[in-house]
């Protein structure tokens, strides 16, 4: 399997990539310590690093 390279991405971006809700991405990264749990941000983009480092926790996701 090739790896994905990570570019910035957005919440709703993450979410179809992983095939879940933007709701269940929230959650999933704030479990996983990658988003604040008593503070959102004012929005949902991330770096090529944070992507990365998304990728790394929850696996990369499933590109069809």
């Known amino acids: ?3 994905i390279k990570p ?3 957005n ?3 993450l979410a179809v990539a ?3 809700s933007q709701v269940t ?3 999933w990264l704030r479990v996983a310590g990658l988003i ?3 503070q959102p941000r004012a ?3 991330f770096t090529p ?3 990365k480092a998304i990728y790394e926790k929850l696996g990369e996701p499933y590109e069809d």
């Open 1 to 3: 399997m090739d790896t």
């Open 7 to 9: 570019q910035a991405k």
């Open 11 to 13: 919440l709703k971006q």
């Open 18 to 20: 992983y095939k879940v």
């Open 25 to 27: 991405m929230r959650k």
């Open 36 to 38: 604040p749990k008593e």
């Open 43 to 45: 929005t949902y983009i």
């Open 49 to 51: 690093l944070e992507v």
